[in-house]
């Protein structure tokens, strides 16, 4: 198909598939002359998980380019979806914040948690961690790090579940496509419910303590 089909087709504007391509994000078409290029179905497909990864799963193009090279590759995995990154990163707080008490002792609780998880301290992981929990010391909510087992309770069988979605699959590609599907638009599902269960926590006379 052609680039307006394809762009019909998807509701991607002409424009937008161009600056797809451009930031190899979206695989080149095969060349029909020196201007022009045939589409096929895999790009429709592409387009659609693009558009999911930089809309609703909120990726930087960047991250989303990331993402769908490491689907690209013969030997795809579901280990795909560590490419989609920690969440905020370390410049959530400011780069004197490193060096003072707050982001000591946040330092500390992250360091903590993952110990005790047995989780690998990963150095990206445990900084984007430090700087949401800085953040909060830094706002005097210092009991927020004593929810972060809670955290990661959920966090942990939330990927368990998206690992058996994996397991499902039908091939090692359609594995690895599950798995980054479900970690980007994991996250989005997971902050809808996480609004919904608020709701109906603080009202109708919840007080948040049940």
Known sequence: MRLSELSRRTGVSAAMVKFYLRSRLLTPGVLRNSTQADYGPEHEHQLRLIRALTGPGQ????????????????????????????GPGPDLAAAAQERDREWERAARAAQELLTRRGWPPADAA??????VVAVANGLDHDGLAECLDAYADAA??????????????????????????????????????????REAEFTDGGDGAS
């Open 59 to 86: 990726l930087s193009v960047e991250r989303a380019r990331h993402v769908m090279e490491a689907l690209r590759e013969p030997y795809a995995s579901p280990r795909a979806a560590t490419v989609v990154g920690h």
């Open 126 to 131: 445990a900084r984007a961690l430090t700087g």
């Open 156 to 197: 942990q069988g939330i990927v368990r579940a998206e690992a058996g979605y994996a397991a499902g699959a039908d091939g090692a590609h359609a594995a690895a496509e599950r798995a980054v599907v479900s970690a980007v638009l994991g996250g989005a599902i997971l902050a809808v419910l996480c609004a919904v269960a």
